[in-house]
Structure formats: C-alpha cells, structure tokens
C-alpha cells in the first residue's frame, strides 16, 4: 500500500518561513511527478509547485520567488520551503504524486496525501 505522508505545517507570522515534506512509503518500482497542492476555506484546490523525476521545477505564479520545491529521490521525499509567507498562503497543502507501482508495467497511479494545515497570522 503507496502512502504519502505530509508534516511540517503549522502557525506562523506573516514575513515568516515554513518547509513541508512529503514522504512516500510501501512497495513501488519508482516516482515520476510530484506536486503540491493547496486548498483554502471556500476556494478550489489548486495547484503550487511541481518537480519532475529529472528535478525541473514549476510554480503558480503567485509563489514564485517565495517558495522553492525539491525531492530527495532516495529518501522517497518531496519539499516545499516558504519563505514570506503572507496571510494568502494560509491553506491546506496536499502533496500529490504519479507513481509506478510494478517494473513490469509502465502504468501510473495518482495518489494524495492527508494534508497539513499551514496557518499566516499575527
């Protein structure tokens, strides 16, 4: 069973700095793309940032220059470092990732984790 786990959420000033994680774990062959979502109170999901398995990055612009996303492939791991945080920021954050469960099949599975709430505020 594939599991995506996030941590690091939490309460913060705004001007201020978080990193989120997102560790995979159970038995899979590899991880393509990885992502992170957020979802605030009353609005649609949207998507962050996405690293690809060779490392290129992609950010919704209202992050860029902000937040900084990178993935340890040997440790199974994704970040998402924020730096600035402003008010807007505050959301849910999912980690998101296409994964290749068997070396037998190029076929890939979508799976989300739980969330980590992320909170800007004086």
């Known amino acids: 069973q594939v599991q995506l786990v996030e941590s690091g959420g939490g309460l913060v000033q705004p001007g201020g700095s978080l990193r989120l994680s997102c560790a995979a774990s159970g038995r899979f062959f590899s991880i393509n793309a990885m992502n992170w979502y957020r979802q605030a109170p009353g609005k649609q999901r949207e998507l962050v940032a996405t690293v690809t398995s060779g490392g290129t990055t992609s950010y919704v612009d209202s992050v860029k220059g902000r937040f900084t996303i990178s993935r340890d492939n040997a440790k199974n791991t994704m970040y998402l470092q924020m730096n600035s945080l402003k008010p807007e920021d505050t959301a849910v954050y999912y980690c998101?990732?296409?994964?290749?469960?068997?070396?037998?099949?190029?076929?890939?599975?979508?799976?989300w984790g739980q969330g980590t709430q992320v909170t800007v505020s004086s």
């Open positions: 998101n990732a296409d994964i290749r469960p068997y070396y037998t099949s190029t076929a890939l599975y979508n799976y």
